[in-house]
């Protein structure tokens, strides 16, 4: 019976430390759950406390153990390395975001209000953190970037005191390019953009490839810039009468009679093809198309052409 008596004592620190634990966490889980029942973003606020809590009631029974000094002491350093170990392998990416977001506060490249671009992402800066970023979309959408994301990969910022609008088009050999710069840089002033200027880009077998530039000093309105610019070159080809050109590098030549019907010839053989037939191609020339129209105003094609044509062929062949 002393035996029994004795264990109990010596139990018995440990039993009422278990049973206060227990009760303790039921009673905070019953008042937060009652409190914050209408409350679903505050859950996460709820599972930290409770983790505390639970961590907390695991060091006092392992105090209220009934062991000597020496064990106590080895079960709380083990505690201790485990909870260590535990956290260093699960925070390498919770560490890393935390010094990236201090390097980008250090450098400075990105600020909130700037657009980016990151990767196939684009969009206006709300809010930097010490863990995230967050990027508005074109769509209005916010998207949490990490901020270790952010470091690895290459950074493009448009600031805020203004940036290069930029939009290219293609046009005919046959529209000299001092009027095609004119027009142009008409386009850039119409949509808004100040100090606009022209680049002659490419120089390809058919067309010329123009670039038409400007500075825009409200980049608030950077998305629709390019829209406008675009569109405000659109009307002022059309008001200058100036056609963007097709690629005419095959051209199908018709014919009423003969056995070429269908007959597919490259674009610069066009032309001399259509003038030892005596018949009109489906286009007066590679760009705009207009001769072909003013060719059926003036009427069929003389019938002496083919004819001479023939003739000279059978006095070479002679």
Request: proline share 3%.
């Amino acid at each position: 019976m002393t035996g029994i008596i004795e264990l109990l004592a010596r139990f018995a620190p440990l039993l009422a430390t278990i049973t206060a634990v227990i009760v303790v966490i039921m009673l905070v889980n019953w008042f937060l759950r009652r409190r914050w029942r209408d409350k679903p973003d505050t859950q996460f606020r709820f599972q930290l406390i409770m983790l505390a809590l639970s961590f907390a009631g695991l060091l006092a029974i392992i105090v209220a153990l009934p062991v000597n000094d020496a064990l106590r002491g080895q079960l709380l350093s083990l505690i201790g390395i485990l909870l260590t170990a535990a956290i260093a392998l699960s925070s390498t990416t919770f560490i890393g975001n935390i010094m990236a977001g201090i390097m980008l506060k250090a450098v400075k490249n990105a600020r909130p209000g700037d657009f980016i671009t990151i990767a196939d992402l684009t969009g206006r800066v709300t809010e930097m953190g010490l863990l995230h970023t967050e990027v508005q979309t074109e769509f209005r959408d916010l998207v949490t970037v990490p901020n270790i994301y952010m470091v690895n990969q290459p950074l493009k910022v448009v600031r805020a005191s203004g940036t290069i609008i930029t939009a290219e088009v293609s046009l005919g050999y046959d529209v000299p390019h001092g009027r095609a710069a004119e027009v142009l840089r008409k386009a850039a002033a119409n949509a808004e953009l100040k100090d606009g200027f022209v680049q002659v880009r490419e120089l390809g077998d058919f067309s010329v490839t123009y670039r038409v530039a400007g500075l825009l000093e409200d980049v608030t309105s950077l998305i629709s810039a390019r829209s406008r610019l675009r569109a405000a070159m659109l009307d002022a080809l059309h008001a200058a009468d100036i056609e963007r050109p097709f690629d005419c590098r095959a051209t199908r030549v018709r014919q009423g009679r003969g056995s070429g019907l269908g007959r597919t010839y490259p674009g610069r053989d066009r032309a001399r093809v259509r003038r030892a037939r005596g018949t009109g191609g489906e286009t007066g020339r590679c760009g705009t198309g207009r001769a072909d129209g003013a060719r059926r105003e003036a009427g069929p094609p003389r019938r002496g052409t083919q004819g001479r044509g023939g003739s000279e062929q059978g006095a070479g062949g002679g």
